[in-house]
């Protein structure tokens, strides 16, 4: 057996630390064992985003790849690394295969398809993209009931679109993506060639202004999820729910136009967001989480 299968944590270690600004906190309170499937989950995500928006070649092809390495996974005989990983946390927490595909899935619809006609459209797409992520956290936190998997689902749909929103810009000028549905588009007559411009127009404010209600007002239904899980997840939860909101803001400062440039917290107002939700959770009771 090669030496990348045999030491899968590591793998997933380091998937973690490039990329601790999506992951800033990395569930460090958590038992080690709940620590390394988290991470596990998180390098599948990470490794199928990649294919899907990175990849040279086929990438439906490769998909199709990843698919069939997930499904030795659940055999327990992946080839790839993360996938070892991965297999060890299907087994400890009992996860099932359906988020894992819909994440496929998604990264499927982005190799088919560029625009969205409507919200609801866009919200069928973030229930492959976004709420599997929400749900994989869930389960190896052992949650798997209707009422968190809610808040989740909205916490996780608030994010995506959010970012959606911050990279207006990138997505069209690096992917030909457009994720502002076509609908709203036409309700504020914001034309395809109102996007190529340097900066928003009136009309693309007012769009991006309503999108990004939107938004917060998903995040801040899903708040409540913070309340619901053990005191050692808490601090995690919330970094990503006032990571969304801080992000809202930053939109909101720049006046919606996220044309001229990528509105985003900074280090800074990260590091402000993380000691914020640190002093919030030390000074909250520990103890069972309810429910």
Do not use: K
């Not at 749909?157 to 959606?164: A, C, E, R, T």
């Amino acid at each position: 057996m090669s030496r990348a299968v045999t030491d899968p944590r590591a793998s997933v270690r380091r998937i973690a630390r490039r990329h601790d600004e999506n992951f800033p906190v990395v569930f460090r309170l958590l038992p080690a064992d709940e620590r390394e499937d988290m991470r596990a989950v998180y390098a599948y995500c990470r490794g199928v985003d990649d294919l899907g928006d990175e990849a040279h070649g086929d990438r439906l092809a490769l998909l199709d790849d990843w698919q069939r390495d997930l499904e030795r996974a659940f055999d327990g005989t992946p080839e790839d690394p993360r996938m070892a990983a991965l297999a060890v946390a299907i087994r400890r927490r009992s996860l099932e295969p359906e988020p894992f595909l819909r994440l496929i899935e998604a990264n499927r619809m982005d190799q088919r398809r560029s625009r969205w006609d409507t919200y609801e459209e866009l919200l069928h797409y973030c229930e492959h993209s976004a709420t599997p992520v929400g749900r994989l956290v869930l389960a190896v936190l052992g949650y798997r009931d209707a009422r968190r998997i809610a808040l989740s689902d909205a916490t996780c749909i608030g994010l995506q679109l959010v970012n959606f929103w911050q990279d207006v810009r990138r997505d069209r000028d690096e992917r030909d993506r457009i994720y502002l549905p076509r609908e709203d588009m036409e309700r504020y007559r914001v034309g395809e060639d109102d996007l190529h411009r340097p900066a928003a127009s009136a009309p693309v404010r007012g769009l991006l202004a309503f999108e990004v209600a939107r938004a917060r007002a998903l995040l801040e239904q899903g708040a409540p999820l913070a309340r619901l899980v053990g005191w050692r997840a808490r601090l995690d939860i919330r970094m990503f729910t006032a990571g969304g909101l801080a992000l809202c803001d930053a939109i909101a400062r720049q006046g919606y136009d996220t044309l001229r440039g990528r509105p985003a917290p900074g280090r800074i107002g990260r590091a402000q967001i993380a000691a914020r939700e640190l002093a919030r959770t030390v000074w909250a009771r520990p103890g069972r989480a309810p429910g």
